[in-house]
C-alpha cells in the first residue's frame, strides 16, 4: 500500500531558529499533500493544501510566511517553520493522496507526524 | 472549520467488549471515512463508506451511515487492547484533491 514518509519525528530547536520538515510519498506520486497541525488531545486542523509545481493554499488563520510550503517534486512537499516561537510547538502532519485507491476516493495516506518542540 | 463531532470523547472498556463510537456531520457528503491514530502517530485509514451505502463491513469494524441524519456511526467488536486509539471520522465533500475534514475524535481505551 502507500507509505508517506515524514522527518524528522521529532525536532527541539531554539526560539528565533528555522525548521524543516520534510514528507515523501515513498511508492506513488502525490500532485497535491496536505499539512495539519494537531494539539494534544485535540484533532487535526488543517494548515495548508500543498500543490506539485505551484503555491500552497493556505487556511485562513495560518500565516503563508510563517509556514513556508514547497512541493518541488511528485514526491516530496516541506514544510519550513521560520522564526519559531513556543508557541510554534506542536504535532505536525502531512498526508497525501494515493490516486490509485479504489473509485479515485480521496482517502488519505499520513506521515507519522513530526513534534517540534520550541525552548 | 470542523464538520464530523464524534460521540463519546471519550470510552473505556474491558477487552472482548463491543465498542461504538458516532459522528455527526453537518453538510452533504460523497463519502464518509474513518481513521485511526495511535499516540504520538500519524492517521491510518480503516474504513470508507459512500453516501448510498448504509452499512459496511471489514474484519471486525462496522460502520453505518444515515444520511437523512448526517451521522455515522463506527463498531469495533471483541475489542482488544491494541485497539487503544482516537478514531476520527472524516467527511469527504466533493471529488478531486479537496481536503477532508476531520471530527474531534474518540479516545479509546480497552482494559486488559
Known amino acids: 500500500g502507500a507509505v508517506v514518509s515524514q522527518h524528522p519525528s521529532w525536532v527541539i530547536c531554539k526560539s528565533g531558529t528555522s525548521v524543516k520538515i520534510e514528507c515523501r510519498s515513498l511508492?506513488?506520486?502525490?500532485?497535491?499533500m496536505f499539512w495539519y497541525r494537531q494539539f494534544p488531545k485535540q484533532s487535526l486542523m488543517l494548515m495548508a493544501t500543498?500543490?506539485?509545481?505551484?503555491?500552497?493554499?493556505?487556511e485562513q488563520g495560518v500565516e503563508k510566511d510563517k509556514f513556508l510550503i514547497n512541493h518541488a517534486s511528485l514526491t516530496l512537499s516541506t514544510l519550513t517553520v521560520t522564526s519559531a516561537h513556543p508557541e510554534d510547538s506542536s504535532f505536525y502532519i502531512c498526508?497525501?493522496?494515493?490516486?490509485?485507491?479504489?473509485?479515485?476516493?480521496?482517502?488519505?495516506?499520513f506521515g507519522a507526524g513530526s513534534r517540534l518542540t520550541v525552548l | 472549520s470542523q464538520q464530523g463531532e464524534e460521540d463519546p470523547q471519550a470510552l473505556s472498556i474491558q477487552e472482548g467488549e463491543n465498542a461504538t463510537m458516532n459522528c455527526s456531520y453537518k453538510?452533504?457528503?460523497?463519502?464518509l471515512q474513518w481513521y485511526r491514530q495511535n499516540s504520538g502517530r500519524g492517521l491510518v485509514h480503516l474504513i470508507l463508506?459512500?453516501?448510498?451505502?448504509r452499512e459496511k463491513h471489514s474484519g471486525r469494524l462496522r460502520v453505518t451511515l444515515d444520511t437523512s441524519k448526517k451521522s455515522s456511526s463506527l463498531l469495533i467488536t471483541a475489542s482488544r487492547a491494541a485497539d487503544t486509539a482516537s478514531y476520527f471520522c472524516?467527511?469527504?465533500?466533493?471529488?478531486?484533491?479537496?481536503?477532508?475534514?476531520f471530527g474531534k475524535g474518540t479516545r479509546l481505551s480497552v482494559i486488559a
Open positions: 498526508s497525501a493522496r494515493d490516486l490509485r485507491a479504489p473509485g479515485g476516493a480521496n482517502v488519505l495516506t
Open positions: 511508492d506513488f506520486q502525490a500532485t497535491t
Open positions: 500543498s500543490n506539485e509545481g505551484s503555491k500552497a493554499t493556505y
Open positions: 453538510t452533504s457528503i460523497n463519502n
Open positions: 463508506i459512500r453516501s448510498n451505502e
Open positions: 472524516a467527511t469527504d465533500s466533493h471529488s478531486g484533491n479537496t481536503p477532508l475534514v
